[in-house]
């Protein structure tokens, strides 16, 4: 499987191109630190087409630094009450309060900032960029990540709204009395990939590499609908939800936090691009990974593994520091699940690559 290109891609040549191929020899990628060709590129899951223009923007015109550009293209989208799955409106934990879990990563620097369990801040990944600026840590959770906001200036605000209100009062309704092993509130077991509809994930996140070279990202969620209240995903775990490494690329998570948790997924993915990887068949080994781990679990909770393949749905996204990209999924039909790029074509969707490919 072979990710996508920038346009403007003479900066391959003869050695970037064997390396797209996968020709060069595992290791060798090191040696090749060739920076994207004065173009920026951005990526991010489908619900950020509006974050990867922004993002780009941010880049070309605004000058800002890639982990800025990519927690600026995500506010508008943790602003945004129709989407459930990340900042204002976003789905709350089992008593009904808005959690959000953010972070983001500077390539440059190698830092980053976090937040855990935030509540009644609208922009999580904002506060998490003062984390990585303005402290010595990486992660503040709870009531200390809030106090550290308000003292930095952020305004506390009602993150609920009615559609949000409304889905929290319907689960409570049918909730079923032991929800907490998978498949979570006794979800159809025979129907494994609808679980995420019943117990909704949603998140964004967005990887920017800038024309030098440089980058950085960005995860922002309200997490798992319904969620133990202190519940933690991926979002805000460097590694998990996210990492950088400005020698080599980007890459982030959504989906099932526990999967990329456990398999320091996006760290995975920027090691295998180290080693020659194109950024798309680094994120199919990475699933690959989660999917031989699923079924080990399933010891433990059978519905993990259900029809020969993984119960949970998980997709993972990367750049690459020479400008490839790409993304792949844990489960779909082919022409369905899509992320979202920026790059001198335009903004855009383009398909991930599906590691079970269910039948049209
Ligand atoms: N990964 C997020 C979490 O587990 C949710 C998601 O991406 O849908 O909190």
């Not at 319904?226 to 991926?234: E, Q």
């Not at 998990?240 to 989906?255: I, R």
């Not at 760290?267 to 989660?290: F, K, N, S, Y």
């Not at 993984?310 to 020479?322: E, H, N, S, W």
Request: glycine letters at 12%; charged letters at 20%; hydrophobic letters at 40%.
């Amino acid at each position: 499987m072979e990710s996508s290109r920038v346009t403007r891609r003479s900066f391959l040549g003869a050695s970037g191109a064997a390396l797209a191929a996968g020709a060069l020899p595992r290791g060798a990628f090191a040696s090749l630190p060739s920076p994207a060709d004065a173009d920026c590129i951005a990526v991010s899951s489908a619900n950020g087409i509006g974050a990867v223009a922004t993002a780009r923007a941010a880049v070309l015109e605004r000058r800002l630094r890639p982990v800025s550009a990519a927690v600026q293209g995500v506010a508008q989208v943790e602003a945004d009450p129709k989407d459930t799955s990340v900042g204002y409106g976003g789905l709350p934990n089992e008593d009904g309060v808005i959690q959000l879990d953010s972070a983001c990563m500077d390539g440059p620097r190698h830092n980053a900032g976090a937040v855990g369990s935030l509540e009644g801040i609208m922009h999580p990944a904002q506060v998490a960029e003062c984390v990585m600026d303005r402290t010595d840590h990486v992660l503040l959770v709870g009531p200390g990540a809030k106090r550290f906001a308000l003292e930095q200036g952020f305004i506390e605000q009602d993150l609920s709204t009615e559609t949000s209100r409304k889905a929290w009062r319907e689960w409570q309704a049918t909730r079923k009395e032991d929800d907490r092993l998978w498949p979570l509130n006794g979800a159809d077991p025979d129907a494994p990939w609808t679980l995420d509809e019943k117990r909704p994930w949603g998140t964004i996140h967005c990887s920017v590499l800038a024309p030098n070279g440089d980058l950085g990202c960005c995860t922002t969620t309200s997490g798992l609908a319904w969620k133990i209240p202190g519940r933690v995903g991926d979002s805000p775990l460097i590694g998990c939800g996210l990492y950088c490494d400005n020698t080599v690329g980007s890459a982030g998570a959504t989906g099932r936090g526990e999967a990329a948790i456990l398999s320091g997924g996006s760290w995975l993915i920027v090691e295998r691009m180290r080693m020659g990887d194109d950024p798309t068949e680094a994120c199919l080994h990475a699933l690959r990974r989660v999917s031989e781990q699923a079924q080990r679990a399933a010891a433990w909770q059978p519905a993990l593994w259900a029809k020969d393949k993984p119960g949970f749905g998980l997709t993972f996204y990367a750049v690459r520091k020479d400008g490839l990209f790409g993304s792949a999924t844990m489960i779909g039909r082919r022409g369905g699940p899509k992320f979202s790029v920026a790059d001198a074509g335009g903004a855009r969707h383009e398909e991930c690559a599906i590691l079970y490919e269910l039948p049209a």
